[in-house]
């Protein structure tokens, strides 16, 4: 990386770094949902390095790629177990199982929505319940939907902010701080996995194919959200508030 470059990468960092300094003295008590993406491998290291009072989680669905573990403990060891981890409520996942099967949310949108909504939702809305704002990685890059937000707004479905520091990197500069801070990634990103979710929801994209091509790629693209984002709707149907 040229020394010009550099430079623009640690203004981007500072910059991030601004934003969530303002936002502690604007609303106190802030979480980050760590998705334990690429993005997240950013968000952690200046969230972990530099923000001690900034509260982070990732959600075990239960379905996770074991990529994804790996990398999970990797972040454990580096940061000093700053990530806590959250499950689903075990009875709310017995009685899903039960309904639809082990598998049944590839039966239809309605089926894998629900199937979102206990592994992921549940467990969401309960790790953000006690703070005033939550901390996502989204990028205007990854979907048409995601370049419509803003850096701060009012997310009416948990009752909290929304706080997207990230929003306007761009890919390239997710990979090149990286690898300028040698930082552990998820190793099915170097497989084409540039999205990943729960193991049986991804796959690898194939070349021409959006970033999230992988995800839900069964379904029609408008539904490709699991409810933590907004999910635009079916034809036919309201916005979904999961």
Sequence with gaps: MGKLATLELEDRAAQVREQ???????????????????????????IATDFPQIDMFSIDT??????TYTVLE?????????????????????RLVAAQGVNGFYSSVDARVSCCGVRKVEPFRRAVAAYAAWITGVRREQSAERAQGA???????????????????SE???W?????????????????????GC????????????????RWWWEQTE???????????????RAAVA
């Design 20 to 46: 969530l300094t303002a936002a502690i003295a604007q609303y106190g008590r802030l979480v980050y949902s760590n998705s334990l993406g690429a993005e997240a491998m950013v968000l952690t290291d200046i």
């Design 151 to 169: 850096p701060q707004e009012w997310d009416a479905r948990y009752g909290l902010y929304k706080l997207s520091p990230l929003l306007d990197w």
């Design 74 to 94: 990797k972040l454990q060891h580096r940061y000093g177990n700053r990530i806590r981890v959250v499950a689903p409520d075990a009875p709310s996942l017995e």
């Design 199 to 214: 193991s049986p929801c991804t796959r690898a994209i194939q070349p021409g194919e959006s970033r999230r091509a992988g």
């Design 223 to 237: 539904s490709r959200e699991c409810g933590l984002q907004p999910r635009p709707p079916l034809p036919g149907q």
């Design 176 to 196: 090149q701080y990286i690898r300028a801070r040698a930082l552990p990634y998820n190793a099915l990103h170097d497989r084409q996995y540039p999205s990943i």
């Design 62 to 67: 239960g379905r996770l790629h074991e990529q």
């Design 172 to 174: 390239a500069e997710v």
